[in-house]
């Protein structure tokens, strides 16, 4: 059996689409307490999202920014500005990519890709008044068709795991060395749209409170 330090991204959804949910879910365990990175194609927590977090790390600052109703809801309204405009930009970059596909779909359960992006905003947990992050929804193979990923286009070498059904598997060998190729090549059609807009955003959150600063660890996907 292939070593998890060894593992492409196509070896892990070969694996996710292969395995046992539970028997998938210590697989990333296993992974992770190795000091392992697990390909965010395949992570159930991937969620693509651009958090605003405190610097001062109590509720005063919180407090007072609230109090102050007009310029709460400036703020609310300019990331959700930004926000539209970004998704936007999302659906046309996938459009402009995949909408010449007959289809761009892995599966027919998922939808056509620029057809599926839409904004995710959140507020503070407690009283919902200030947005405190910012995320894209879109359908999984958006991940997939980014990464040039998929079933059926695997790395450079193989793995074998135990499927749903208890079954010994290994990565089919018409599927070695595929990933990035043919009908998968890699299409880059997200980070970028994200990193023309980031400024804008900063601009947007340093005029409302200095004491907010974006976290970008959890928005970009691989590449």
Do not use: C
């Amino acid at each position: 059996m292939k070593e998890l330090n060894e593992m492409t991204v196509g070896d892990w959804i070969d694996a996710k689409t292969g395995m046992r949910a539970g028997a998938f879910k210590q697989l990333i365990k296993t992974a992770k307490a190795g000091g392992i990175a697990v390909p965010t194609v395949v992570n159930s927590n991937f969620n693509p999202r651009i958090k605003f977090e405190s610097l001062s790390g109590d509720d005063t600052e919180f407090f007072q920014r609230v109090k102050d109703t007009e310029s709460v809801n400036k703020f609310n309204a300019a990331v959700k500005a930004w926000s539209k405009k970004v998704e936007a930009e999302l659906k046309a970059s996938a459009e402009s990519r995949f909408g010449h596909r007959i289809s761009d779909q892995i599966s027919e359960k998922f939808p056509k890709l620029s057809s599926s992006i839409e904004i995710n905003l959140r507020f503070d947990n407690q009283y919902k008044l200030e947005t405190r992050s910012v995320g894209f929804k879109f359908a999984r193979h958006g991940v997939y068709l980014h990464s040039g990923a998929g079933t059926g286009y695997g790395g450079l070498t193989g793995s074998k795991w135990t499927d749903k059904f208890g079954t010994l598997k290994t990565t089919n060998a018409a599927s070695m060395n595929k990933m990035g190729t043919g009908e998968r090549r890699a299409e880059h059609w997200f980070n970028d749209i994200i990193r023309n807009n980031t400024e804008k955003l900063a601009d947007i959150l340093a005029e409302y409170s200095l004491d907010l600063v974006m976290n970008l660890d959890g928005i970009f996907l691989s590449e």
